[in-house]
């Protein structure tokens, strides 16, 4: 029984699917305007754990993440310039190969930190015309406004608006205006579709039947989830910022226009904290994951330092607990490297695992009972097929730890052996380096060397 905190209650539920044994699961992609950050993609190895829970737990997953290439102001209230557009103009390059380059470079983030890949990633710039045409059943059922600047959606339309949120609409007046834009008949309601200014050179802008513009940042995951995932789906995933906007304004519009729920689970992950300040690229506080590999940092170091906290905590981030999540995960690799081939799966440790993960994806509580396994008085073989079946969930490439290593690399193996037989230990310790900057570490034991793989 998988069991998950649910925004929409502020209650853990019992997982039950809209269809027997298949789940429909939407995550909200990047914005690619420049590349993700270790902040970012914590929340994307959140919704890794996710789908590899389910999948452990025999659900057939359909995963749709979206890729925000347009609609993503500066401000979350519809105002400010597109943020493609405007890095863009300041890198002096064209909006379109900025988003392919950066989506690019998303896409090898995820492989490097063993993230599952969506089965689908569809752009915000493909579905123009589905999101137009959701624009135009919210219009015929009244949901919508124009302004000098684009169109709106009204929330005193909708009786439940902001309740993913619990937002306290009481004090708000009737026909309230907002400083930052006069005609919006309240602050809550937000832009479906923006209109291209006449001085403004956009590179991204469509024709519509109110005007040429571009969408709405919240309308194109109604737009698209529906069209992949049907409405209602299963789960909604995010970071826990977009509670309060984005995924308010997503089920705002999605049910004012189908009449019925957007999705029946929503769950977010918290922020990442550095130096006591969510990590954000407007804070200037960010660290990319080519930038940690550049320091020496192992990208799967970094998914074992995300699985200690709970996703639902904040994660205090910190070059030192970095560095000791790579000391463990270094330690664990070792100790993988030296166990025999598996056999089979202590049912007794698969049982307490599966107990703790399907616990609101409990990963501290499974990675403490990691250690335990590998402390056991169990035989190494069955340890080795227990980790490993552990792995499938954590996702750590354990297995790995005892692959085979290319030719090249177990020539030099073999040249340093001899070196060592012959108490040359100068070359044996240069071919250990070379070793390792091919991205293995040795271990030297009874039984003759061992290696493991220690980077991407």
């Known amino acids: 029984m998988v069991k998950l905190f649910n925004t929409l ?13 298949k789940v429909g699961l939407y995550e909200c992609g990047p914005t690619v305007y420049q590349y993700a950050h270790i902040g970012n993609l914590r929340t994307y190895i959140f919704g890794d754990v996710l789908r590899r829970v389910l999948e452990f737990n025999g659900y ?7 890729i925000t290439d347009v609609g993503h102001l500066t401000s979350d209230q519809d105002s400010g310039e597109d943020k493609l557009e405007k890095e863009a103009k300041k890198v002096g390059e064209s909006a379109w190969e900025l988003s392919q380059k950066y989506t690019a470079a998303f896409v090898e983030d995820l492989k490097k930190l063993n993230i599952l890949l969506p089965e689908i990633m569809p752009k915000a710039t493909d579905h123009i015309p589905e999101q137009l045409g959701l624009i135009q059943k919210l219009e015929l059922k009244g ?7 684009g169109i709106y959606f009204d929330t005193s339309k909708l009786k439940d608006y902001g309740k993913l949120a619990r937002l306290n609409l009481s004090g708000q007046q009737a026909g309230a205006r907002v400083e930052e834009n006069l005609e919006k008949r309240s602050q809550h309601d937000f832009a479906l579709w923006k209109f291209s200014k006449p001085d403004e050179a956009r590179q991204m802008e469509w024709d519509s039947p109110w005007g040429t513009g571009f969408p709405g940042w919240h309308i194109e995951c109604s737009a698209m989830s529906t069209m992949y995932l049907g409405q209602p789906f299963d789960i909604h995933t995010g970071g826990i910022d977009h509670i309060p906007v984005h995924h308010t304004n997503e089920i705002a519009q999605s049910e004012a226009a189908y009449g019925k729920s957007l999705a029946n689970y929503f769950l977010h992950g918290e922020f990442l904290v550095w130096n006591e300040a969510k990590m954000g690229k407007s804070a200037g506080n ?15 170091s970094f998914r074992y330092l995300s699985l200690t906290a709970h996703y639902r905590s904040k994660l205090n981030f ?11 995960l270094t330690s664990l690799r070792q100790t993988v490297s030296s166990w025999p081939a598996p056999t089979e799966v202590n049912r007794e440790f698969e ?11 409990d990963t501290p509580g499974s990675l403490a009972l990691v250690w335990e396994l590998v402390g056991s008085s169990l035989p190494d073989e069955i340890k080795a097929a227990t980790l490993f079946r552990f792995d499938e969930v954590l996702g750590l490439n ?18 340093r052996e001899e070196a060592r037989d012959r ?20 271990r030297d034991t009874e039984a003759g060397p061992k290696w493991f793989k220690t980077r991407d």
Do not use: C, W
Request: proline residues 1%; aromatic residues 8%; hydrophobic residues 35%.
């Open 143 to 149: 949901f919508t406004y124009q302004t000098t600047d």
């Open 318 to 328: 910190s070059l030192y607990s970095l560095q000791a999540a790579q000391n463990a």
């Open 351 to 361: 049982k307490k695992f599966k107990e703790k993960i399907n616990h609101d994806l």
């Open 60 to 66: 057939q997953v359909k995963e749709v993440m979206n």
């Open 9 to 21: 209650t502020r209650k853990i539920e019992e997982f039950k699917p809209i269809s027997e044994g």
């Open 286 to 300: 960010i660290f990319t994951l080519s930038q940690l590999s550049e320091q020496g940092y192992d990208s799967l």
């Open 423 to 442: 108490k040359d230990f100068a070359k044996a310790d240069l071919i250990r380096s070379q070793i390792t900057n091919l991205g293995y570490i040795l």
């Open 398 to 415: 354990l297995l790995q730890s005892q692959v085979n290593i290319d030719l090249a690399t177990q020539k030099l193996i073999n040249e």
